[in-house]
């Protein structure tokens, strides 16, 4: 008579979460956006293409597998980042991840508006949202909640 034993999943699902669980997850950090390039207008939006920079302090590297972010002015949501390629992010250093922005132009107010808004120097934008990245088959969540000071 045979017994079936699950030991062979089991060990090495416990092996993996004591490998996981013994190293310190830190979390990546926010640097700039930069290279913000104006694409046009289409039906109605501004097409907005920029690179945002970080910087993972983790001794492991990473795979971003998508990302829920919201660009906010003045407490106004104007665009949804859109990460336009999957990026692996590499271990104890800065990397961009290329992004890019549909602003649609009622919620800038208008002709006005938009012009008003390039015609300062700077202006504040708030990203609020969350990244998924994934190491290995561990899928982490990454919150994002900051104010960058936008230079024309």
């Known amino acids: 008579m045979r017994v ?3 030991g062979k999943w089991f060990v090495f699902i416990i092996i993996s979460f004591s490998a996981f669980s013994c190293t310190d997850f830190e979390e990546i950090a926010f640097k700039e956006v930069e290279n913000i390039r104006i ?3 289409k039906d109605g939006e501004l097409m907005v ?3 945002a920079r970080f910087f993972n302090p983790n001794k492991k590297k990473f795979k971003l597998k998508n990302a829920d972010i919201k660009v906010l ?3 106004n949501e104007l665009a ?3 990460p336009s390629e ?3 992010i590499p271990a104890s250093s800065e990397f961009t ?3 890019a922005m549909r602003v649609k132009l009622s919620d800038l107010g208008g002709d006005a508006g938009i012009l008003g808004l390039f015609t300062k120097r700077s202006f504040p934008l708030r990203f609020k949202g969350h990244f998924n990245i994934s190491y290995g088959i561990l899928p982490l969540r ?3 909640d900051f104010t960058e000071e936008i230079k024309m």
């Open 49 to 51: 293409a920029a690179e």
């Open 73 to 75: 002015y003045e407490g």
């Open 86 to 88: 999957k990026v692996v």
């Open 142 to 144: 990454i919150n994002v």
């Open 4 to 6: 079936y034993f699950p």
């Open 39 to 41: 694409g046009g207008i």
């Open 97 to 99: 991840i290329p992004v």
């Open 80 to 82: 949804q980042l859109e």
